[in-house]
C-alpha cells in the first residue's frame, strides 16, 4: 500500500540538490552576526520584496509575532480576517506577545476589502476603545482554501490602510504561491507593505525557515524580539543554504502543485456525500462532507488506504500538494476515492 502525505506542504524532504546546498554551506555564528549563508539570504529575499532588510527566523509563526510586537504598542488593535493564521494558529500570541486584541472581519475566502478596513478603524479619541495601528493580510489564505490577492486589490486596501495611518503587515506564508499565480513581481507586493513575513519551508520545500522583511529601523527592532523570543541561531547558514536553493530552484514549479490540487479536486468531486469543494486557486483543497459525516471520520477512512489529510472544522477535511507529491499519487488517490465512495 502506497502512503500519500497529503497533511501540509512542510512535510516535505530536502532534494538532493537542496541537501548538497545544505552539506557545503559556509557558516558562522549569526548571533555574533557572522553566518555569511545567513547574510546572503537575508539579502537576498530583502531585495526580492523591495525592502532595505531582512531576519532570518526559525518560523513564520515567529516572523508574524515580530511584525506585531515591532508594529504596536500594548492596548491597540490589529485588523485581521476572522480565517488569519495569527489569530487562530499562533497560540494566542496577539495577546501574550504584545498585549493588543484582534479586530476580526469576515473576507471573501479571507480575503479584505478596503470597505472592511474602512469600517473597523476604532475612532481614536475615544478611551473606552483600542487605537486601531495595524491591518494584517495573509496570501495565500490557508483556511480560505488557499485564496489569493491581486496587486490591484492589495493596494487597495493598503491605500484604505495608509490613508489612516494604519501600518501593514503581510502573513505571506504562502506568498510564493499567490505570485506565480498572479505573475506580479515580489518587489511590487512589498511595496504595499511595511513587512512581509515569506515562508520557506511550505511551498519552497526547505526544512526551517522564514524571513521578515522591512527597513532597516524594523529589522533593527526584530532582532530584539526575535533574542527575547529565543530565536537566536548559531551556525544556522546550513539551514539559511536550503532557503536559498528554493528560491533559486523551486519557485516556478509551485505551478505544478496547483495543478495536482485541481486534479484532487476533480476526483472529490464525484465523492457522494462531498456536499461542498471551495475553488481551487493553488495547492490547498478544502472539502465539505454531508452533515452525517464527520471530518476525523473521513480522515481516518482516507488513513487505512495510505492517504493523510487533516480535519479542517466538524465537517471539513484539508489536502495539500507540494514537491512530493508525484502523478502515480494522485492515481492513487482516484483509486482510493472509488473505493471510498460507499464508505458512509
Do not use: W
Not at 80 to 87: F, G, Q, W
Not at 158 to 163: E, H, K, L, Y
Not at 191 to 210: I, Q, R, W
Amino acid at each position: 500500500m502506497m502512503t500519500v502525505d497529503f497533511r501540509s506542504d512542510t512535510v516535505t524532504k530536502p532534494t538532493p540538490g537542496m541537501l548538497e546546498a545544505m552539506m557545503t554551506a559556509e557558516v558562522g555564528d549569526d548571533v555574533f552576526n557572522e553566518d555569511p549563508t545567513i547574510k546572503k539570504l537575508e539579502a537576498k529575499i530583502a531585495v526580492m520584496f523591495g525592502k532595505e532588510a531582512a531576519i532570518y527566523c526559525p518560523s513564520g509563526t515567529m516572523t508574524n509575532q515580530i511584525a506585531l510586537r515591532i508594529h504596536t504598542q500594548p492596548q491597540d488593535e490589529v485588523i485581521c480576517d476572522k480565517r488569519s493564521h495569527i489569530y487562530l494558529y499562533e497560540g494566542g500570541g496577539i495577546a501574550s506577545n504584545s498585549h493588543i486584541s484582534a479586530r476580526l472581519v469576515d473576507g471573501d475566502r479571507g480575503r479584505l476589502s478596503p470597505e472592511h478596513i474602512l469600517e473597523n478603524i476604532n475612532n481614536p479619541d475615544d478611551i473606552h476603545l483600542p487605537l486601531t495601528t495595524l491591518v494584517s493580510l495573509e496570501n495565500t489564505m490557508n483556511k480560505g482554501g488557499g485564496a489569493y490577492y491581486t496587486l490591484a486589490q492589495i493596494k487597495a486596501v493598503s491605500d484604505a490602510a495608509r490613508s489612516n495611518s494604519l501600518k501593514m503587515h503581510l502573513d505571506g506564508a504562502r506568498i510564493f504561491n499567490a505570485l506565480v499565480e498572479t505573475g506580479d513581481r515580489p518587489e511590487d507586493v512589498g511595496e504595499l507593505f511595511d513587512t512581509v513575513s515569506a515562508c520557506f519551508s511550505k511551498g519552497l520545500g526547505a526544512p526551517v525557515g522564514s524571513a521578515l522583511v522591512g527597513s532597516h529601523e524594523h529589522i533593527k527592532k526584530a532582532k530584539r524580539v526575535r533574542k527575547v523570543f529565543g530565536g537566536g541561531m548559531r551556525q544556522a547558514g546550513f539551514l539559511a543554504a536550503a532557503c536559498i536553493y528554493a528560491l533559486d530552484n523551486h519557485v516556478e514549479r509551485l505551478k505544478i502543485d496547483h495543478q495536482k490540487a485541481k486534479a484532487l479536486g476533480g476526483l472529490i468531486e464525484t465523492i457522494p456525500y462531498v456536499t461542498g469543494l471551495l475553488p481551487v486557486d493553488t495547492n490547498i483543497v478544502i472539502f465539505e462532507l454531508d452533515k452525517k459525516v464527520l471530518a476525523t471520520d473521513m480522515v481516518a477512512k482516507l488513513k487505512e488506504a495510505g492517504i493523510l489529510a487533516v480535519p479542517f472544522g466538524k465537517h471539513e477535511v484539508r489536502l495539500v500538494t507540494h514537491l512530493d507529491i508525484k502523478d502515480d499519487m494522485i492515481d492513487y488517490f482516484g483509486q482510493a476515492v472509488g473505493k471510498l465512495k460507499s464508505a458512509f
